[in-house]
């Protein structure tokens, strides 16, 4: 199967043009991920972007994720999804902006009231049509009975899984397979299903948030996305915070629990589920990245679970 990495511009004009049934104008590819590649192009004077990956999956669940979109969480449209080129695409509206990991200190503080407003559009949409826990798939649903069931299932190494065969490559590395042993006895103890059921992302920055002053102008790649505890989002931007350093990241929470205040609401056991949504985080890392045998991010995220749970 063709992926993200093997297709390139003139395949996208190619693909394109026999899809579409006239030439489109400027093909340029305008990103990649680890499982699609994305190239922008214009067709009728609309402003698109096709994604070619070997997992039909993420392209459903951003198009199912739409429905999800407000003012607060602009979600770009899929518009079509079908097989291409040994795997599949997917054709959508197309959003400017930059990056949300790559903004300067001084933007980042003017864009904290959108980012609260975001997270808050995410922990209230509305899912009573949905069922489940965690990863949800092409019909909404997610498959967990409880968020402690999907936090616990970071242990798993199935064939079915797409970084299958993490185990064993961890165990190459002392220090990440300790810290994983480690981490995972520690949210055993700690996790606990008396959490609400909310809508996450998981992988805010990772250029999935495009922003333009202090406005988001987009919300992209739920292919991470799953249902469950809230501050899973904010402990995303906790977790990562050093390699941001230009993001204060203690302001968003500042400014995220003035909100909850002024709504007159207030997360019970919010350090408890935050430790806990922090383990995850990390233990999911350093399966990751020892299926890619990145050793020296691996150590990295190793002392990061350390240094948040003080272990």
Same mark, same amino acid.
């Given at each position: 199967?063709?992926?993200?990495? #093997? =297709?390139?511009?003139?395949? %996208?004009?190619?693909? *394109?043009?026999?899809?579409?049934?006239?030439?489109?104008?400027?093909?340029?590819? =305008?990103?990649?991920g680890a499982w699609s590649r994305c190239f922008g192009f214009s067709c009728d004077g609309q402003a698109l972007v096709i994604r070619f990956g070997p997992y039909v999956d993420d392209f459903q669940k951003d198009q199912l994720a739409h429905a999800y979109a407000t003012p607060d969480l602009p979600i770009p449209q899929v518009l079509e999804i079908g097989p291409a080129l040994d795997g599949y695409y997917a054709i959508s509206q197309r959003v400017y902006g930059l990056p949300l990991e790559e903004v300067s200190a001084e933007q980042w503080m003017a864009l904290l009231p959108a980012v609260v407003a975001a997270l808050? $559009? *995410?922990?209230? %949409?509305?899912?009573t049509a949905t069922v489940g826990f965690g990863g949800w798939g092409a019909d909404g649903n997610a498959g967990h009975s409880g968020w402690a069931s999907r936090l616990l299932s970071v242990d798993q190494?199935?064939?079915?899984?797409r970084?299958?065969? @993490?185990r064993e490559r961890l %165990?190459?590395?002392?220090?990440?397979? %300790? #810290? +994983? $042993?480690?981490? +995972?006895?520690? *949210?055993?103890?700690?996790?606990?299903?008396a959490v609400p059921r909310c809508l996450l992302h998981c992988d805010l920055m990772n250029r999935n948030v495009l922003v333009d002053g202090a406005r988001i102008t987009g919300v992209l790649d739920w292919g991470c996305s799953v249902y469950g505890d809230h501050l899973y989002d904010l402990a995303w931007f906790e977790f990562w915070a050093p390699w941001h350093p230009q993001l204060n990241?203690?302001?968003?929470?500042? $400014?995220?629990?003035?909100? @909850? /205040?002024?709504k007159g609401y207030a997360p019970e056991n919010k350090d408890a589920r935050l430790l806990a949504s922090y383990l995850h985080i990390g233990l999911?890392? /350093? $399966?990751?990245h020892a299926y890619l045998e990145n050793w020296e991010t691996l150590a990295a995220i190793a002392d990061r679970m350390r240094a948040l749970a003080g272990g």
């Amino acid at each position: 199967m063709a992926n993200d990495h #093997t =297709i390139d511009v003139q395949q %996208a004009r190619s693909f *394109l043009t026999d899809h579409l049934g006239v030439e489109p104008a400027q093909v340029v590819q =305008i990103g990649e991920g680890a499982w699609s590649r994305c190239f922008g192009f214009s067709c009728d004077g609309q402003a698109l972007v096709i994604r070619f990956g070997p997992y039909v999956d993420d392209f459903q669940k951003d198009q199912l994720a739409h429905a999800y979109a407000t003012p607060d969480l602009p979600i770009p449209q899929v518009l079509e999804i079908g097989p291409a080129l040994d795997g599949y695409y997917a054709i959508s509206q197309r959003v400017y902006g930059l990056p949300l990991e790559e903004v300067s200190a001084e933007q980042w503080m003017a864009l904290l009231p959108a980012v609260v407003a975001a997270l808050e $559009a *995410l922990r209230t %949409a509305d899912l009573t049509a949905t069922v489940g826990f965690g990863g949800w798939g092409a019909d909404g649903n997610a498959g967990h009975s409880g968020w402690a069931s999907r936090l616990l299932s970071v242990d798993q190494d199935t064939p079915d899984q797409r970084s299958h065969g @993490w185990r064993e490559r961890l %165990a190459r590395s002392s220090h990440g397979a %300790a #810290t +994983f $042993a480690w981490g +995972f006895d520690l *949210l055993k103890k700690i996790v606990d299903d008396a959490v609400p059921r909310c809508l996450l992302h998981c992988d805010l920055m990772n250029r999935n948030v495009l922003v333009d002053g202090a406005r988001i102008t987009g919300v992209l790649d739920w292919g991470c996305s799953v249902y469950g505890d809230h501050l899973y989002d904010l402990a995303w931007f906790e977790f990562w915070a050093p390699w941001h350093p230009q993001l204060n990241v203690a302001s968003l929470r500042s $400014a995220l629990e003035q909100r @909850w /205040l002024e709504k007159g609401y207030a997360p019970e056991n919010k350090d408890a589920r935050l430790l806990a949504s922090y383990l995850h985080i990390g233990l999911e890392r /350093l $399966a990751y990245h020892a299926y890619l045998e990145n050793w020296e991010t691996l150590a990295a995220i190793a002392d990061r679970m350390r240094a948040l749970a003080g272990g």
